[in-house]
């Protein structure tokens, strides 16, 4: 299956900070999903994107979506040690017989 | 609070056994999934079953069955383990209607010697 991919593989910022991530994929969408593992552990589901809509926000977060150019991006603001972690992108193409498709992760490190 | 429980956090088989991985979900959701995660090659499906009894194989299912025979559980057997299939095992669930994220469980290293 085609992967969406994110971008960059590991990104090290300072607290406080804004961190961006990106991911691209290939065919078109239904949603696009984001997801956050911690160490170690199962991914957690952080935020939804359908595709029609362009901008998101939960809380801190803050998710683009570009149809046309088959992208999204997730921001996080002011950020803290607690949000290292690993951040995947997921695609549903929304076929059936088909489940979610997970990039290979972006890797953020927050230090104070 | 809703879960996914995978029975084991760590496992440890010998190459060749027979292996089965648990899953159960408090959700009522309709389907469940198994994905394997590696190094440098993200999640990858194993199988996923919409409903009691079905099961679609994803994109590795060799080596690998699955088992739906309650709702709420979705078993992933190693007929005959491998050290290949060394990894780490996460299972999720979700509902089947559309736009609604994953909940995964904790999932299971598994080693196999």
């Known amino acids: 299956s085609q992967q969406g991919e994110e971008d960059p593989q590991a990104l090290s910022i300072q607290e406080g900070e804004n961190a961006t991530m990106n991911c691209s994929y290939k065919?078109?969408?239904?949603?696009l999903q984001w997801y956050r593992q911690n160490s170690g552990r199962g991914l957690v589901h952080l935020i939804l994107?359908?595709?029609?809509?362009r901008e998101k926000h939960s809380g801190r977060l803050r998710v683009t979506l570009d149809t046309s150019k088959k992208s999204s991006s997730l921001l996080i603001t002011a950020s803290r040690a607690a949000d290292t972690a690993s951040y995947f992108c997921?695609?549903?193409?929304?076929?059936?017989?088909?489940?979610?498709?997970f990039g290979k992760g972006t890797t953020l490190s927050v230090s104070s | 609070d809703v879960k996914v429980t995978q029975s084991s956090r760590y496992l440890v088989k010998r190459t060749g056994e027979k292996v089965f991985l648990e899953c159960v979900q408090d959700?009522?959701?309709?389907?469940m999934f198994w994905y394997r995660q590696d190094p440098g090659l993200g999640l990858r499906l194993i199988y996923f079953?919409?409903?009691?009894?079905?099961?679609e194989k994803g994109d590795i299912p060799e080596g690998y069955s699955v088992s739906r025979e309650k709702k709420e559980r979705f078993s992933l057997i190693l007929e005959s383990a491998s050290t290949n299939q060394t990894s780490m095992y996460l299972c999720a669930s979700s509902l089947l209607l559309p736009n609604y994220g994953y909940t995964f469980g904790s999932g299971t290293r598994l080693t196999v010697v």
């Open positions: 079953s919409y409903d009691v009894k079905m099961k």
């Open positions: 994107i359908r595709s029609n809509e």
């Open positions: 959700m009522d959701h309709e389907n």
């Open positions: 065919t078109s969408i239904n949603n």
């Open positions: 997921a695609t549903d193409h929304n076929q059936a017989g088909t489940a979610l498709i």
